[in-house]
């Protein structure tokens, strides 16, 4: 029979915007 | 006699594998302090191979917090270093094509048949296995319409002060300054000193500088078709209003100028291929503006030729023309009312957009059409010169 290729899993990713917001907390958090 | 048995090398199947505390290192030496000039000659977009290289290890090993932490970082690392080098035109378009190429990897390695037509059987043994990383190709294709702006922006910043006076100022063709309309004098855009003047080659040599840059960093052909349409665009639309807001510009000289400059670019524009960008489309008000300089404004033919010509110009723009027109010497009339009147008339049923000048600030929208690569991840190799060598072929 024909082999299926196991379904990949959606990896979630925040927005554009979401990142920046979290990487300037991160950036702040670190001095 | 002895037999010696060579151990045959382990075949290198295109996947980058590294420690996860050496994420920090390969952000920095492959992202935030990457000179686009120390991967000269080498294949184009080597960062996004590189960077694709090690997802897929991350996806080969089921480890989507690697993924995820990778992906982040080299956001946030192409978005910081755009920051650093926001007038950068060569940095920029560094980023830019290898932000495209990383989507373009994403997708033609995605497993998604719609992205495999093209794809070797040997590629097809390259996608992802374990993760769909659609929402990462959302955010990836956000950040490249971003780094497209600041492109333009960077462009458009080196242009703009050559436009009015390369195309309306400067005379290049011989014994047109006889046959100026008094009270003309040579202005500066917008610099204080007078004598900041450009000619129309010291705009096509930039053209030349940012088509070889593009070129050089292997950016989409696609892209680099709407980068020229836009700035071509920009080129128009700073030419026009100038020409609708002076009285000095409005001579059949100015006119007669404009539409030599204009077919130099065009002429640029077809010797780089470039052509089919629609870039001479985004000119069409300026070179009817030129013809209308040119054109006779006296008799009802005249007026009928003129509304059958400037289909790209509003009925706001040629009456503003045909007022500020300025004869060239006392045997020359000036339009008539009357005549200005002829044209109104016979454009009253026209829809025209209301504002008399061009948004000069206008920006296409933008496309990142699919380029799948030839080139197959085993055939990459890591030059010295990144210093990566804690990543491990497999």
């Known amino acids: 029979g024909i082999r299926h290729p196991r379904p990949r899993v959606l990896l979630k990713a925040p927005t554009l915007a979401e990142m920046e917001e979290m990487n300037i907390s991160e950036e702040e958090e670190s001095p | ?394």
Request: with cysteine; net charge negative; proline share 3%.
């Open chain 2, 1 to 394: 006699r002895q037999v010696t048995v060579q151990r045959k090398e382990k075949d290198f199947q295109g996947m980058l594998e590294y420690h996860k505390d050496d994420e920090a290192a390969l952000i920095r030496n492959l992202v935030t302090d990457l000179k686009p000039q120390t991967l000269s000659g080498t294949v184009p977009c080597l960062p996004a191979y590189i960077l694709y290289m090690c997802i897929r290890h991350a996806d080969y090993t089921n480890d989507d917090l690697k993924v995820h932490s990778l992906l982040t970082s080299t956001i946030n690392g192409i978005k910081k270093v755009l920051k650093k080098h926001n007038d950068d035109f060569e940095m920029t378009t560094f980023w830019l094509s290898n932000t495209c190429r990383l989507l373009h990897c994403l997708k033609q390695y995605s497993g998604d048949e719609g992205f495999m037509t093209q794809n070797t059987a040997k590629q097809n043994e390259h996608c992802l296995k374990n993760f769909d990383l659609t929402e990462y190709r959302q955010v990836l294709s956000d950040l490249s319409i971003q780094i497209y702006q600041q492109l333009i922006k960077i462009a458009e910043g080196l242009l703009q002060p050559m436009i009015v006076s390369a195309m309306l100022e400067n005379e290049s063709i011989q014994g047109l300054s006889g046959v100026k309309p008094t009270g003309y004098r040579k202005r500066s855009s917008s610099m204080i000193d007078g004598d900041n003047s450009y000619c129309l080659e010291a705009i096509i040599h930039q053209m030349n500088s940012f088509h070889t840059v593009m070129c050089d960093q292997g950016l989409d052909p696609e892209i680099i078709l709407q980068v020229f349409k836009q700035l071509f665009y920009m080129i128009n639309a700073v030419t026009l209003n100038n020409l609708l807001l002076r009285k000095d510009a409005c001579s059949w000289s100015t006119g007669m100028q404009l539409r030599y400059n204009i077919s130099q670019l065009e002429e640029w524009l077809r010797g780089r291929n470039l052509h089919q960008s629609g870039a001479v489309q985004t000119m069409e008000p300026l070179i009817q503006a030129a013809q209308l300089l040119q054109l006779k404004k006296k008799t009802h033919e005249d007026a009928e030729a003129i509304c059958c010509l400037c289909t790209a110009l509003s009925t706001q723009q040629i009456v503003k023309i045909l007022n500020l027109y300025t004869p060239l010497n006392e045997f020359e009339e000036r339009v008539t009312v009357s005549f200005i009147r002829t044209i109104q008339a016979q454009l009253q049923d026209r829809n025209d957009p209301q504002q008399l000048l061009l948004d000069f600030k206008h920006m296409f929208p933008v496309l990142f059409p699919f380029n799948p690569s030839s080139l197959t991840m085993d055939s990459i190799h890591i030059p010295a010169c990144l210093n990566l060598e804690f990543l491990n072929e497999v």
